[in-house]
């Protein structure tokens, strides 16, 4: 079986503090994507990375590949109010063509006090 | 465009009832999703179709019931419900592979008592 791990499963946090969550697997994965859930709506993609080694920004948050494109990270500089939610990552497994497979983790739940 | 609506939002049943839960997209996807959220367990994909009139087993298929006549719907059945399918239902649409962008809907609480 294939598992994404994240970590931490909480975290709770005051408005203004970093933090960092992980995204870890013993697979490796062609592609990998965080998605941000809040409660009462669906998962909402923030993005997708695909070079091992790969860091893309969006505004105050960063996300990272590992080199061996098997765990990511994301980190939120200052975070915010707004923040709050689940985040979840899902690693990508292409077998060609349009086969493939989307595996998610449990997700981290984040509370960003005022 | 609406993107992803599913109905109905909330719904309760009793042990061995049967209902039909329908997701519609109107982005003209090619795939579509039915996943189970449950607390502690993430997201867990149950059926998915790769086109109309197709349809395959994910990772948690028994006790589920899915068609895709038309591009556009992707209908979830349970034919005799049970207590252990209480969860928040999503379903999700993507353009071309399992592995592109999903899109999901707001997702349907089912409570089975």
């Known amino acids: 079986t294939q598992l994404l791990e994240q970590s931490p499963q909480f975290l709770s946090i005051q408005e203004g503090e970093n933090l960092t969550v992980y995204c870890n697997s013993s697979s490796v994965f062609s592609s990998l994507q965080w998605y941000r859930q809040e409660p009462g709506e669906g998962p909402v993609l923030l993005v997708t990375v695909v070079t091992g080694g790969e860091v893309k920004k969006l505004k105050r948050l960063t996300f990272q590949f590992g080199d061996a494109r098997k765990d990511s990270s994301l980190h939120i500089t200052a975070a915010q109010p707004g923040d709050t939610g689940l985040y979840l990552c899902?690693?990508?497994?292409?077998?060609?063509?349009?086969?493939?497979?989307?595996?998610f983790g449990k997700g981290t739940k984040l509370s960003v006090k005022p | 465009n609406a993107g992803v609506t599913q109905t109905p939002k909330f719904r309760v049943l009793k042990t061995g009832q049967s209902m039909t839960l329908l997701c519609a997209q109107d982005?003209?996807?090619?795939?579509m999703y039915w996943y189970r959220q449950d607390p502690g367990m993430g997201l867990r994909l149950i059926h998915y179709s790769v086109g109309e009139g197709t349809t395959a087993k994910g990772e948690v298929p028994d006790g589920y019931n899915v068609s895709r006549l038309k591009k556009q719907n992707f209908l979830l059945g349970l034919e005799s419900a049970a207590p252990s399918q209480t969860s928040v239902y999503f379903c999700a649409s993507s353009y071309g592979t399992i592995t592109d962008t999903q899109y999901f809907g707001p997702g349907t609480r089912l409570t089975v008592l």
């Open positions: 899902a690693g990508a497994k292409n077998y060609g063509g349009s086969q493939g497979n989307l595996i």
């Open positions: 982005m003209n996807h090619e795939y």
